[in-house]
């Protein structure tokens, strides 16, 4: 960042500042907001994890072992719902508060007060979900997609929580991408026109407009769900005229978008890092830009491929089969743009490079498996199999998860002042890199064997592989270990960072000019 928007921000935050506690709970400064969406996101992922644990503890052998069936359904209920509300959303909205309006030279975000409920409000969501599980019926039992009538007739009196919850969530989404639109359109520095915006702000003004489309959709949903269970009305109760497979309508027309949301962030992630450690401009700036808005605009035409099996007319399914595949385009653009920046370029390997590599290769493979899924003939036999549980990790966790923590440690040197461990760096990478792939490759084997998700129980033959990927699910744990360490001594000191951290890594300058702010947060030579 030029030294002139530098101490802008300094003078920005600078009056009145309280120290402390108080600081943390009424700050409106970005930075500040940004640092308590990423803990909180991390928190959310070691809980979520935890509840993953759980899981594969019960599925390391066949028959019941640990825990009741009815906990094992709340186990996976919750673990959806915090792994993707709570630490993948919140982790990307860490991210543009503390980096959009550095990157876009604007003194802080738009509405800032309004930045700081967006969070506070968060904490207390989540643990009313958390706290549900300890009520006397149990926490939700019924799947993160809770389909009716398993949420309205059959669930557990919490289904309230569960749903104020949900609307919280919500709540805070909305107001987030509020904030990004907002900002991203009227603080822009003088200059920044639309085409010299980093990938980064793109991927995230769009995943703002995303949010607001399909928010209140889930809030409609889940209101529904509500008025069902305890006010009698019959939206999904066939007795009452009412239809269960509406339900779905509803919920995937929020949730295909919603997928979208947690991967765009990620993808303008990795469009920050690659160029800057192939140390070449990013191969086909406008193209990404317009892939990112197809992709965007096709997520709303594809949801039904989540209901291949719910009996629909053939034109239907044709119509959201063809339409899957052709977002597979985009998608194949954004891919080829990314080895195409790498291709020729002086490539060095830093923590950030490897997981962001590691992103393009694993993140294509759920793609591949996804374009699988979406032919409608095929879908009939891996629906409601592990294969859509592989694929789907395989597009949030080494989608989305990996190119968190190839941001967080992009970045971590200007957020801190310090270096991070390299070395440790380097084992966290390698110990999660093939964990996750011993965790989530062979269950597209139990997947293409017929082995059904959501069980807590299997037949034999589903044995060893389940106790291979329980293995694998445990090592991709512990390794989380070393990056909340890495972390927290990352934060309380080490190697002083440089000024411009990444230029001239491995003892190479990055001198070719650049039309964004890839890699530091200099003003481009044109608007200084």
């Known amino acids: 960042m030029s030294s002139v928007a530098e101490s802008l921000h300094d003078e920005h935050h600078a009056h009145h500042a309280p120290s402390g506690l108080k600081r943390w709970i009424f700050t409106t400064n970005h930075k500040d907001i940004g640092s308590l969406y ?26 019941l072992q640990l825990v009741e069936p009815n906990f094992f359904n709340q186990m996976t209920t919750v673990h959806g719902l915090i792994m993707v509300f709570g630490a993948v959303m919140p982790a990307f909205t860490g991210l543009a508060n503390w980096l ?5 030279g604007a003194p802080d975000m738009a509405l800032p007060r309004m930045n700081n409920w967006s969070f506070w409000i968060l904490p207390f969501a989540f643990s009313m979900l958390l706290f549900s599980l300890f ?10 997609t809770f ?7 059959y669930s557990p009196e919490s289904t309230a929580l569960f749903v104020f919850a949900v609307h919280i969530m919500g709540i805070s989404s909305i107001m987030g991408a509020i904030n990004v639109i907002v900002t991203i359109v009227n603080m822009r520095a003088p200059g920044m026109t639309w085409m010299k915006l980093p990938l980064f702000v793109w991927t995230w003004l769009i995943t703002a407009f995303l949010l607001i489309a399909v928010m209140p959709v889930l809030a409609g949903a889940v209101t529904m769900v509500l008025t069902d269970k305890y006010f009698g009305t019959s939206f999904f109760d066939a ?12 919920f995937w027309f929020f949730g295909h978008p ?4 947690m991967i765009l962030p990620a993808f303008g992630v990795v469009s920050s890092i690659i160029p800057a450690f192939s140390r070449k401009p ?11 808005a197809s992709i965007a605009v096709l997520s709303f035409l594809v949801w039904a491929h989540h209901m291949f099996t719910t009996g629909m007319p053939l034109f239907g399914e044709l119509f959201f089969m063809y339409c899957t595949m052709l977002i597979a385009v985009p998608t194949g653009v954004k891919v080829f743009n990314w080895v195409a920046t790498m291709w020729r370029g002086a490539l060095t390997f830093e923590v950030p490079m490897l997981f962001s590599i590691a992103f393009v290769i694993l993140f294509t493979i759920g793609g591949f498996s996804g374009l699988m899924l979406a032919i409608t003939p095929v879908d009939f036999q891996y629906h409601d199999t592990y294969f859509v549980v592989a694929h789907f990790h395989y ?19 200007k957020w801190t002042g310090h270096m991070y461990d390299e070395g440790l760096g380097k084992a966290h990478f390698w110990c999660s890199l093939i964990s996750v792939n011993v965790l989530f490759f062979p269950m597209h084997f139990l997947g293409l064997a017929g082995m059904p998700r959501r069980i807590p129980d299997y037949a034999l033959q589903f044995a060893d592989i389940n106790q291979i990927v329980s293995i694998g699910g445990f090592a991709f744990g512990l390794s989380q270990l070393i990056f909340l360490y890495l972390v927290i001594k990352c934060v309380k000191g080490g190697e002083k960072a440089p000024a411009k951290v990444w230029e001239g890594a491995e003892g190479l300058e990055w001198t070719i000019p650049s039309p964004a702010p890839y890699h530091t947060f200099t003003t481009p030579p044109e608007i200084k």
Request: charged share 5%.
């Open 239 to 250: 007795a009452g005229g009412g239809d269960p497979v509406m339900f779905q309508h509803i």
């Open 258 to 261: 919603e997928v979208y949301i």
């Open 282 to 292: 990013l191969f086909g700036y406008a193209s990404m830009v317009y892939a990112t």
């Open 135 to 144: 009520t006397e019926g149990g926490g939700p039992n019924f799947g993160w």
């Open 147 to 153: 389909y009716a009538p398993l949420s309205t007739t």
């Open 395 to 413: 597009v949030l966790v080494t989608g989305a998860v990996f190119s968190i923590m190839a941001a967080a440690y992009y970045w971590l040197p």
């Open 38 to 63: 990423l803990w909180f996101s991390f928190a959310m992922f070691l809980i979520g994890g935890a509840m993953a644990m759980v899981i594969r503890a019960e599925l390391f052998q066949p028959g």
């Open 100 to 104: 959009i309006p550095m990157m876009i």
